[in-house]
Structures are given as structure tokens and as C-alpha cells.
């Protein structure tokens, strides 16, 4: 048990929508980032936030997009869904930067 | 770009049976490497590490020496377990602020 927490477990969405992905970081860490993880693949990075500032980002489209909160908890929007971003969603949290990552047990997101 | 390639699978075994996963990489610098493991309807976690050449991680049995000369990270264990069963992602850090994980390698223990 990492105490990262991610809501909701599974989404079903059909192609074009938008969706929002949630995730409680661990208690007392600044940094969170966001992977996706597709069928059969290793995760690939999205983005990091430290301080509710984007710290990184790995080569997804703009319509990946972020937040974290005053208190570290953190979202992920993907607009313009597409088939291909049927994935794991995997958030990770850390002290800090360049820290243990926490794995949360992420969000299956099937777009249709 | 920094990349890992590891063994394909699946890796099916018996119980006691030896274990070895071949993971490599390609890294501009000194990287970081690890291994992550994903047990079934768990999020993924950190199994061991090293930081430097010559390193060896190791936790729970398992054994990893970061070797520069191959540019290899090798996990291995000397005698698996049914509950050893899961998912093994290799991952390297260039010191930023991402990791690059290889495909995975699903491994079954049988009793």
C-alpha cells in the first residue's frame, strides 16, 4: 500500500470526448507525475508537476494537460479523445525531486 | 534518447528455479537504473536500484549489478517463488526528472 490514491478505477469513453483523471499524491510530497501505460508496453512518461508547477514533460500532444493542487493532489485532462489513448494511467508521487516514486494503482481508460 | 530494451516473455518456471531477465540500455551520461515490479491489480513498485557502475541492488532474493562496460542491469534471483510472480519493468533515470521503463517481462511461477 503506497497511500497514492487514483479515481476512478475504470472509464469507458467514446472517441472525441474529454476525460479527467484524478490522484491523491502520498502524504507530505511535492511531486507528482503522470504515465501512461499502454497494453503490453512499459509506461511512458506524460509530465511531472513539482509545487503545482509543470517541472517536465515527455512527447504527448497538448491535449495532455495537468494540474496539481495547493495540497498535491493532482489531475490529468485528455481532450479530443482518441482510440489510441486506451491506456493505464498510472500517477506517482515523491518527497521531492529525484526521489522514490510511489505508484498509484491507476486508471484503465478505454475510449471507444 | 536514453532507452532500455528487455527480454521479451512470457518467462514461465517452477518453483526454485533460477531466474535471470536481461535488460540493457542506451543513456547519454550516468544514469540511474532500476527494476520495478507490477504484481497482478497493483500499481508498480520499486523492487531495487543502483546509482553507479559496479552497483548491485538487491532486495527480497533479487540481485541486479549495473555493469557499464555491457551497459546491462540483469536481474536475477536464485530461487523463485509462486508469489514471485508478476510483471518486471527495468528503468533507467538520466538524472532529470523522468523515468524511461523497457516493455516488461511477465513471469509465472508454477508450484
Known amino acids: 500500500e503506497t497511500g497514492v490514491t487514483q479515481s476512478p478505477t475504470h472509464l469507458i469513453k467514446t472517441r472525441g470526448q474529454q476525460v479527467t483523471l484524478r490522484c491523491s499524491s502520498q502524504?507530505?510530497?511535492?511531486?507528482v507525475s503522470w504515465y501512461q501505460q499502454a497494453l503490453g508496453q512499459g509506461p511512458q512518461f506524460i509530465f511531472q508537476?513539482?509545487?503545482?508547477?509543470?517541472?517536465g514533460r515527455g512527447n504527448f500532444p497538448p491535449r495532455f494537460s495537468g494540474l496539481q493542487f495547493p495540497n498535491y493532489s493532482s489531475e490529468l485532462n485528455v481532450n479530443a479523445l482518441e482510440l489510441d489513448d486506451s491506456a493505464l494511467y498510472l500517477c506517482?508521487?515523491?518527497?521531492?525531486?529525484?526521489?522514490?516514486?510511489?505508484f498509484g494503482s491507476g486508471t484503465q481508460l478505454s475510449v471507444l | 534518447g536514453d532507452s532500455v530494451t528487455q527480454m521479451e516473455g512470457p518467462v514461465t518456471l517452477s518453483e526454485e528455479a533460477f531466474l535471470t531477465i536481461n535488460c540493457t540500455y542506451t543513456?547519454?551520461?550516468?544514469?540511474?537504473l532500476f527494476w520495478y515490479v507490477q504484481y497482478p491489480g497493483e500499481g508498480l513498485q520499486l523492487l531495487l536500484k543502483?546509482?553507479?557502475?559496479?552497483d548491485k541492488g538487491s532486495n527480497k532474493g533479487f540481485e541486479a549489478t549495473y555493469r557499464k562496460e555491457t551497459t546491462s542491469f540483469h536481474l536475477e534471483k536464485g530461487s523463485v517463488q509462486v508469489s514471485d510472480s508478476a510483471v518486471y519493468f527495468c528503468a533507467l533515470s538520466g538524472g532529470d526528472y523522468k523515468l524511461s521503463f523497457g516493455a516488461g517481462t511477465t513471469v509465472t511461477v508454477r508450484a
Open positions: 502524504s507530505g510530497h511535492n511531486t
Open positions: 543513456a547519454t551520461g550516468y544514469p540511474s
Open positions: 506517482a508521487s515523491s518527497l521531492a525531486l529525484n526521489e522514490k516514486l510511489f
Open positions: 508537476y513539482y509545487r503545482e508547477e509543470e517541472n
Open positions: 543502483a546509482t553507479k557502475a559496479d
